[in-house]
């Protein structure tokens, strides 16, 4: 079975850094393109990052570029989101997906930036 687990979110300040992690099993990483998603409340999830099999990495998100790393641990079947300079309006509910053709969720962990 496809397992996507999510974690590092939390309550931090704004200015603050934080490393979301999505370790994963069930599939074979290494072949797999994969994303963060963010849907903050009361809003459309949006696409924020996405790496490649090749580790080639793009940031989708405007807001976030120059402030958001994505990278991966083919090694140990992990995806991160390195966040910097965070904001409050970074606060959201992070997904991490595997792109088609596997498409799976996570079930997301909360960021939320206050002072």
């Known amino acids: 079975q496809v397992r996507l687990v999510e974690s590092g979110g939390g309550l931090v300040q704004p200015g603050s850094s934080l490393r979301l992690s999505c370790t994963t099993s069930g599939f074979t990483f290494r072949l797999a393109s994969m994303s963060w998603y963010r849907q903050a409340p009361d809003k459309a999830r949006e696409l924020v990052a996405t790496i490649t099999t090749a580790g080639t990495s793009v940031v989708h998100e405007d807001s976030v570029k120059g402030r958001f790393t994505i990278s991966r641990d083919n090694a140990k079947n992990t995806l991160y989101l390195q966040m910097s300079s965070l904001k409050p309006e970074d606060t959201a509910v992070y997904y991490c997906?595997?792109?088609?053709?596997?498409?799976?969720w996570g079930q997301g962990t909360q960021v939320t930036v206050s002072s």
């Open positions: 997906y595997i792109r088609p053709p596997y498409d799976y």
